[in-house]
């Protein structure tokens, strides 16, 4: 990745086939006949997405769901991975928050630690949260896994949107894939079966009482907003913006019950920044202007 956290080329080594068209696709949509989806969840920009106008709006909202939703957990992964990469492992469901002395007190083990240790050995380094257990990578290793979590921060980044790339399922796999390769890499006895990380490649995450249950959309709750109408699942893509394959439209995905989002503003927030600079330096102007008319008059 690009030090602006934007994709380069360079992301795509390790990536698939699929990937790769995908990006530069995405790249050079405006040659092709293509509608592009700006997809928001309120007024935050999340991915672009190519289709066309003769994709049932049922395909295409369970599409977005499903990039939308293996954004976050990518998302989730790598936060988790940067702890590991920090503390090492998880500490067994029973010993975490724990002081050192109510672990010898209540004669508590971590049965795991021994059989999940990374290559190269560990160096202990506390976790002041009480949730891993100190024994982190080596500095080799922890960039190993530091490096791949920038790696596939960059695919699915919303920086991808300001750059005209397009996000595909494909590139979501890709993502998940090259963390677990790191993961393995790293700690080739694996992870605790409790491990959030081992979890989600797993797909047994529990993510019931968190906010990242709050975000997560689930795919027969889904809908799609576009120019304020809901796009009915029973439809076509083109039923809403016609026959024109090279259009490009916001739209914006949220759960059932929720009514109408907001309208798009007329004027983006950074227009309308300008517009205020303007008419400020326009009224300081005219300021000066009148007070140079009176000294005229009166001198």
Same mark, same amino acid.
């Given at each position: 990745?690009?030090?602006? !956290? ?12 699929? +990937?790769?068209? !995908? ?20 007024? /935050? ?43 090492? $492992? ?10 050192? &002395?109510?672990?010898? /007190? ?78 393995? $890499? ?26 990242? +249950? ?6 027969? &709750? ?5 120019? +304020?109408?809901? *796009?009915?699942?029973?439809?076509? *893509? ?31 927030? &950074? ?13 300081? /102007? ?14």
């Amino acid at each position: 990745a690009s030090p602006d !956290g934007l994709l380069t080329t360079r992301s795509f080594e390790s990536c698939s086939f699929e +990937a790769v068209a !995908g990006f530069w696709i995405g790249r050079f949509y405006l040659g092709l006949k293509m509608v592009l989806l700006h997809v928001k969840r309120g007024d /935050e920009s999340q991915f672009l997405l190519e289709t066309t106008g003769s994709t049932s709006i049922e395909d295409l909202t369970l599409a977005v769901t499903r990039i939308y939703n293996g954004r976050l957990k990518v998302q989730r992964v790598c936060a988790e991975m940067e702890m590991l990469a920090e503390h090492g $492992i998880l500490l067994p469901p029973n010993m975490q928050g724990l002081t050192d &002395e109510q672990i010898e /007190e209540l004669k508590l083990k971590d049965e795991w630690a021994e059989k999940c240790i990374p290559s190269g050995g560990s160096v202990f380094k506390k976790d002041e949260t009480g949730r891993r257990n100190g024994h982190a990578p080596n500095e080799k290793m922890k960039q190993v896994l530091k490096a791949t979590i920038d790696e596939a921060k960059a695919l699915i980044s919303k920086k991808q949107v300001q750059a005209n790339v397009c996000v595909n399922m494909d590139m979501v796999k890709d993502a998940l894939d090259q963390l677990h390769g790191a993961v393995m $890499i790293v700690y080739p006895m694996g992870l605790p079966p409790y491990d959030p990380i081992r979890m989600e490649f797993e797909d047994k995450e529990c993510l019931s009482g968190t906010h990242a +249950a709050l975000e997560v959309i689930e795919e027969p &709750e889904a809908q799609l907003w576009w120019a +304020a109408k809901e *796009l009915k699942r029973t439809n076509h *893509l083109s039923d809403y913006v016609g026959k024109n394959e090279k259009t490009k439209i916001i739209v914006k995905i949220q759960k059932k019950g929720q009514g109408a989002p907001a309208r798009e503003p007329v004027i983006s927030n &950074e227009e309308h920044k300008q517009m205020m600079l303007y008419y400020y330096k326009r009224q300081e /102007e005219l300021k000066v202007s009148a007070v140079t008319e009176i000294y005229t008059v009166y001198s």
